[in-house]
T-cell receptor
């Protein structure tokens, strides 16, 4: 069974600094997606970034980038120039790329990020 | 926001009472999901649906049932609520033709006292 592990329950970063959130996963599949979701205090789940396992290039979305290490099964999120609005719970998630409705999202336990002014 | 509406947004109910949560989507996608979010567990799948009257169990389905009589509505029922079902419940959809991420509703905070 696939599992996703986020080993940092809480992190803190100073405004304008850079922070990296860690995520590891376990799977025997070769074709899958990885995601980072952000959950601010509003509770809304917001997709931050997506990575396809077959793409070697690390995904980037503005100040958010990932370090995808397929062999090591590691998928970390780097937030550059941190802003107060980045304060949220961040979830790492995995989904295999086949199987119809059964290719469901599997989530880690989350990392709560605080941004200090 | 993918046109997903969950109702109610908050509910307090007593142990042993039935509770139904509703998820409504405006885009008529096939795949819909119910998750629960608990501290230390992230989000876990309760049930999912791949079409009208087509549903299946997720990893934490005990004590829950679902129904989907119309494409746009996916109902989650707690037959007899227990305190262990106090949680935040999220509905999600996967857009047809997009085998990637899920889009989530705003969540329902359910408290069972």
């Amino acid at each position: 069974a696939q599992t996703v592990t986020q080993s940092q329950p809480e992190m803190s970063v100073q405004e304008a600094e850079t922070v990296t959130l860690s995520c590891t996963y376990d799977t025997s599949e070769s074709d899958y997606y990885l995601f980072w979701y952000k959950q601010p205090p509003s509770r809304q789940m917001i997709l931050v970034i997506r990575q396809e396992a077959y793409k070697q290039q690390n995904a980037t979305e503005n100040r958010f980038s990932v370090n995808f290490q397929k062999a090591a099964k590691s998928f970390s999120l780097k937030i550059s120039d941190s802003q107060l609005g980045d304060a949220a719970m961040y979830f790492c998630a995995y989904k295999r790329n086949y199987g119809g409705a059964t290719n469901k999202l599997i989530f880690g336990t989350g990392t709560l990020l605080a941004v200090q002014p | 926001d993918a046109g997903i509406t969950q109702s109610p947004r908050h509910k307090v109910t007593e142990t042993g009472t039935p509770v139904t949560l509703r998820c409504h989507q405006t885009e008529n996608h096939r795949y819909m999901y119910w998750y629960r979010q608990d501290p230390g567990h992230g989000l876990r799948l309760i049930h999912y649906s791949y079409g009208v009257k087509d549903t299946d169990k997720g990893e934490v389905s005990d004590g829950y049932s679902v129904s989907r009589s119309k494409t746009e509505d996916f109902l989650l029922t707690l037959e007899s609520a227990t305190s262990s079902q106090t949680s935040v419940y999220f509905c999600a959809i996967r857009r047809d033709g997009m085998n990637t991420e899920a889009f989530f509703g705003q969540g329902t905070r359910l408290t069972v006292v």
